[in-house]
């Protein structure tokens, strides 16, 4: 088993203290000395202890930014469903240290403001890329966009709020299921092309398919 980087030791060293005295109590000096390290090498890899619960956004933002622009999906929606998908995948790989971060921003309003400042980011460079994409008139483009990154966002936040607070066994399964009800939300407000609802009857089929078309020629 490899040791703790000085960096990993510094962050479970900040959040053992923050479970054991709150956050606004704890300090850096104290941080440095749970952890064994001193300050310099704490402020080489975080600016503030705020950054200590906080240390991937950057990095994170940056990836989702790169999925979009290479994107290879057919539609703007999509892609960004594809790209939100890291981030989710990213706090899932953290396992408890999302757990504890979520905790902590519970309670602490000044980390509560950061996290939703976080998140700010995430939808306006989703929108910003929609709009982009979409190509219509300014107006409506820009309301569509704003809608559906709107929508992706609040059902990726459902999803990992749910897993956070541990009501969720498969959360990549139910990130699936959210984001196809907001695929299908907007692809129904489209009005566009054809759209198909499935159901139960006991009619024959034969005799069913005149009615089906006179309803999809219907004006």
Not at 3 to 11: A, I, N, Q, T, V
Not at 50 to 74: A, C, K, M
Not at 148 to 175: D, T
Not at 183 to 208: E, H, M, P, W, Y
Request: aromatic share 8%; net charge neutral; charged share 30%.
């Amino acid at each position: 088993m490899s040791k703790p980087s000085p960096r990993e030791r510094l962050g479970q060293a900040a959040f053992d203290l923050f479970d054991e005295q709150g956050y606004e109590r704890t300090t850096v000096d104290e941080i440095t000395e749970r952890a064994g390290l001193g300050r310099t090498t704490f402020f080489r890899h975080y600016r503030s202890k705020e950054d200590v619960i906080f240390p991937d956004h950057d990095r994170l933002l940056d990836l989702v930014r790169d999925r979009l622009r290479t994107s290879g999906q057919p539609t703007a929606l999509t892609a960004v469903v594809d790209a939100v998908r890291l981030v989710l995948g990213h706090y899932l790989d953290e396992g408890e240290v999302a757990r504890r971060r979520y905790a902590l921003t519970s309670t602490v309003p000044a980390l509560r403001d950061r996290e939703i400042a976080s998140v700010a980011r995430y939808q306006r460079l989703f929108r910003e890329f929609i709009a982009e994409r979409v190509g219509k008139a300014a107006e409506a483009a820009s309301l569509r966009a704003e809608l559906m990154a709107a929508a992706v966002v609040a059902a990726h936040n459902h999803v990992l709020r749910r897993w956070l607070r541990g009501e969720c066994g498969e959360p990549m399964r139910e990130f699936d299921d959210a984001m196809h009800q907001v695929t299908v939300l907007f692809s129904a407000a489209d009005g566009d092309g054809t759209t198909v609802v499935a159901f139960r009857t006991g009619q024959d089929l034969d005799a069913l398919l005149p009615a089906l078309r006179r309803v999809v020629e219907a004006p």
